[in-house]
């Protein structure tokens, strides 16, 4: 190189009818038994949900994401206090301990997998609760589809959810107008995520492709200013690892390794590792490089754009 290379199976409660062969036997459920049969299951369920469930009993839903949110009002004691005085307002049972928090907790994560979403979801299973409680709905779900299927999952067990601040008001699907706007509401969110993500890829596009900074340090670059210039001797790197790659066939590994020997290091000086390998030689913004003029020395290599990007 040129430069440094540096889920209740139940029971069946049946009369067994006498075998047909020692070889076999078969349990039916008959009419006189299958009261016994109904019975025995209700019993069951109710141990699942109550042999009533509590309509005024509720759980709580509160998360944050970011130091941000926190300053925007949306901090996990701001909600919990709206929480409570909502629950007090309708008369509803919310004790303190009934409040699930999930803290640092992205809503790209589905509720129910997230950790204080999944135990409050079996609170919600194992007890008599009626109501589940959110200051705002993107604190509970992360796209329609999730919303959709969170309000029908706990309708059918006679569950609704109230949304405290909806533009001011409040939402909750006890009624079929409150799921309708629920579920519009939700549509509408995911319209706006995705218009802002569309925009988002534009922009980056732009200053991408006009060499402008987009991201922190990138290993074959350098800052200057608000604009983004090739470092050649990183560069004459990344070629010479492209070019054991796609030409020699290296791994990333065996590569990661042979810089190691070398003595080059990371874009922050850290060791290279086979992924990082990898990553450097797919990235297809290195070929951004073209906009830019070559130093002397550059092409003295076999390795130098001996792979087009």
């Not at 109710?46 to 005024?56: A, E, H, P, Q, T």
């Not at 549509?187 to 218009?195: C, H, I, K, N, T």
């Not at 988002?200 to 060499?211: G, Q």
């Not at 070629?239 to 042979?258: F, L, P």
């Amino acid at each position: 190189m040129s430069g440094p290379p540096e889920q209740l199976v139940e029971p069946s409660e049946t009369t067994a009818e006498p075998s047909v062969d020692s070889a076999s036997t078969r349990v039916w459920t008959t009419s006189s038994n299958a009261s016994a049969y109904s019975n025995s299951k209700k019993s069951r369920i109710s141990n699942v949900f109550g042999n009533k469930k509590n309509k005024s009993r509720a759980v709580a839903y509160a998360r944050v994401s970011s130091k941000r949110q926190a300053e925007e009002g949306v901090s996990l004691d701001a909600q919990v206090e709206r929480l409570l005085a909502y629950a007090e307002f309708r008369g509803l049972e919310l004790d303190p301990e009934d409040i699930y928090i999930d803290d640092g907790i992205s809503a790209a994560i589905h509720l129910w997998s997230r950790p204080a979403g999944r135990k409050m979801r079996e609170t919600i299973y194992q007890e008599r609760v009626g109501h589940v409680l959110a200051l705002k709905m993107d604190r509970l779900f992360r796209d329609v589809q999730d919303c959709l299927g969170s309000v029908d999952e706990l309708r059918g067990i006679g569950v609704d959810i109230h949304i405290l601040d909806q533009d001011g008001g409040t939402l909750d699907t006890s009624t079929s107008m409150g799921r309708f706007f629920l579920t519009t509401i939700a549509s509408l969110a995911e319209l706006e995520r995705g218009q802002i993500s569309e925009r988002t890829k534009i922009a980056m596009k732009h200053l991408k492709d006009n060499a402008k900074v987009f991201t922190g340090p990138i290993f074959g670059w350098d800052r200057q200013g608000d604009n983004i210039v090739p470092n050649w001797r990183e560069q004459d790197i990344i070629d010479y690892m492209r070019h054991r790659h796609y030409v020699q066939g290296w791994s990333g590994n065996r590569i990661a390794k042979h810089l190691d020997e070398l003595g080059v290091k990371g874009k922050l000086g850290g060791s290279w590792t086979s992924s990082m390998v990898l990553r450097t030689c797919r990235y297809e913004f290195h070929e951004t490089r073209r906009m830019f003029e070559h130093p002397e020395w550059w092409g003295k290599e076999p390795y130098h754009d001996s792979v087009d990007f």
